[in-house]
C-alpha cells in the first residue's frame, strides 16, 4: 500500500520504536554499567511506547493498559537499583490518569443519535408555516433547513406545531404535537 506523499504509516513507525528500542536495550546489557537491571529498563521504555502508542492508534485502551502494566513492572525491578518509590509510584498514577483521560476522550466519540435522515426526521417537532391552497389537511413546514409538504389526518393551521409521524417519499405525515406519538 502506498500512502501520499508527507503521511506516515504510524503503526509501522510504532513497530520500528519497540524493536529498535528493544535491540539497543538488549545491546546495551554489558555496556550500561549504571543500570543494574536491563529488564526493568526495557519494560519501562516498552511501557512508555504502549502509552504512546495508545494515544495514536485507534483503539479504547488494550495496548494502553499493557503498557500501564509493564511500566509499573519495569519500576518494581527497579526498585533494587534505589531508584525511589514515590518517584515510580507517582509515575504509574501519571500514567494511569492519562490512560483514563484517553479513554474517556475515546468514549466521548461514540456514535450518538442519528440526526439525519429518517431517524432525524421521525419525531421531530415544527411549526406549520403555511397551507397549500384551499385543503386544510395539507401543508408546508420548514424541517432540518428544507421545506416540506406535510399531510395530516387533522386539519393544519399555520403556526401550529406538529410531530413527524411518517414519510412517504418528499411527503411528511404528522400529527398535532399535543397529540400523543404513535405507537405510544
Known sequence: MTLP?????????AIALLLALSGSTFAADGVVL??????GLWLIVFGIAFLVAEA???NYGVIGLGGLVMFVIGAVILTNASVPVPLMIGLGLVSALLLVALLIRALKTRPRRLVSGDA???GSVTP????????????WVQL????WQVLSATPL???QH?????????????AAADAAPVGE
Open 5 to 13: 506523499e508527507g503521511q506516515v504509516n504510524t503503526r509501522c513507525c
Open 128 to 139: 406549520v408555516t403555511g397551507l397549500q391552497g384551499t385543503n386544510a389537511y395539507s401543508g
Open 34 to 39: 549504571f543500570i543494574p537491571d536491563p529488564l
Open 144 to 147: 432540518q433547513g428544507e421545506r
Open 157 to 159: 393551521q399555520p403556526g
Open 162 to 174: 406538529v410531530r413527524v409521524v411518517a414519510r412517504k417519499g418528499l411527503l411528511l405525515q404528522v
Open 56 to 58: 495514536t492508534l485507534p
Open 120 to 122: 432525524g426526521l421521525l
